[in-house]
């Protein structure tokens, strides 16, 4: 069977080119219904574990899955017994903490994970703290105070200037600060592909989030209250945005960011107006969900109200996302499949795939059952695939 977009032979029974991916059973070879990442899933699907943790199969982000749920509810556990302080860091941290894990875990960078991602997090982290120190206590203090002391008199009493600044100005400053150190990490040859911008974008913005949330709350770690009784409800609608939607919300605008500065093939593209483009679409999806925290908070029932605004922006984000890889992988393989000679992201003998543990074909970047990308499993794979992929890029 012949691929009509790259033009290469495939087994008569392959359902997906196992050169370019497209698709050889359906109507279009776009393939909207098989992510490439886990091919079980739509491209437009909302699922957070493949998106933000591609290099998972099933079986592993259900490990994911369920220890970050499991976590979960040790957090709100701890909401309704008041412990609060503990909720708080515990919630900031959650999302960064299982991203170091996968990433150790996958071991993307084989010569050196820890000392990449920890580096990341921690200048990250640094830049987060001074940041927020400038805005929350150094600089416009007063402005912040002003939403809570304004918020219980209703929307009509709002600052201008206080949400110009916290929710637009702060914004655009955090995800410039969160691109930084990850731009810098993606200009280097090892670190290439676009799995590896998206990455590092969401290891930046997880991170930041998290030490930005510990200089918010910093009056509940020092009042020296471990627990508390008052206001249960409301704390637990905080903890959840904490936990999930911001720190989410936080990494995957910057994953967007960082991973159109990679772009598609080998090589990063640098400072682009594919870049700018993305950049501003991150920037924007901060300040709209910004926007729409501090707005609530002024109406009945606020703090709920913020929460599934919150979760409205972290949708739009994770299928943006979903269908920037998808294009990625497809079109570079393609590329791949133009060129004469190998690819140094196909595999190089006759092997399996993670995902269906079918045959993978010599010179396969996707699986002819499943459609799976080779470029999208985890080192481990990609090494019992006996890939090329020395340098570390997916």
Request: include cysteine; charged fraction near 15%.
């Amino acid at each position: 069977m012949t691929c009509p977009t790259c033009a290469t032979e495939n087994p008569e029974v392959a359902a997906f080119c196992h050169r370019c991916g497209a698709s050889l059973r359906g109507s279009s070879s776009s393939r909207t219904a098989a992510y490439a990442v886990q091919s079980s899933e739509g491209v437009n699907q909302f699922a957070l574990i493949s998106t933000i943790m591609p290099h998972t199969n099933r079986e592993t982000a259900d490990n994911y899955r369920w220890a970050m749920i499991l976590s979960a509810v040790f957090i709100v556990g701890a909401t309704a017994f008041g412990l609060i302080p503990v909720a708080i860091a515990a919630a900031a941290f959650l999302i960064p903490i299982a991203y170091l894990v996968y990433i150790y875990d996958v071991n993307l960078w084989e010569d050196a994970p820890a000392p990449v991602v920890i580096g990341l997090f921690v200048v990250t982290g640094a830049l987060s703290v001074l940041v927020s120190l400038v805005f929350f206590q150094w600089v416009f203090d007063e402005q912040f105070l002003s939403f809570a002391s304004s918020s219980r008199s209703g929307i009509g009493t709002i600052s201008i200037p206080a949400l110009l600044v916290f929710a637009v100005l702060l914004p655009v400053v955090a995800e410039v600060v969160k691109n930084l150190p990850a731009v810098l990490l993606a200009r280097r040859p090892q670190f290439d592909d676009m799995i590896d911008g998206l990455t590092f974008g969401v290891a930046a913005g997880t991170a930041y989030a998290a030490f930005e949330t510990l200089v918010v709350f910093h009056s509940v770690f020092t009042s020296g209250d471990l627990r508390t009784t008052d206001g249960l409800a409301s704390w637990l609608v905080v903890i959840v945005n904490l936990m999930v939607v911001k720190s989410l919300v936080y990494g995957t605008a910057t994953g967007i960011a960082v991973a159109a500065f990679s772009g598609k093939g080998e090589g990063y593209d640098g400072f682009t107006s594919y870049y700018v483009r993305n950049f501003a679409f991150a920037a924007g999806m901060n300040v709209l969900y910004w926007v729409g925290v501090r707005l609530a908070s002024y109406l009945p029932f606020g703090q709920a109200l913020g929460l599934l605004w919150g979760f409205v922006v972290l949708a739009v984000l994770v299928i943006r996302i979903r269908v920037m890889l998808q294009a990625a992988l497809l079109e570079a393989a393609i590329e791949d499949a133009a060129k004469a000679g190998h690819s140094k992201r196909e595999t190089f003998v006759e092997t399996f795939c993670p995902e269906c543990e079918n045959m993978l074909l010599v010179g396969s970047q996707f699986c002819i059952a499943c459609g799976t990308s080779v470029r999208s499993s985890s080192h481990q794979a990609r090494r019992h695939m006996s890939t090329t992929d020395e340098g570390g890029a997916a």
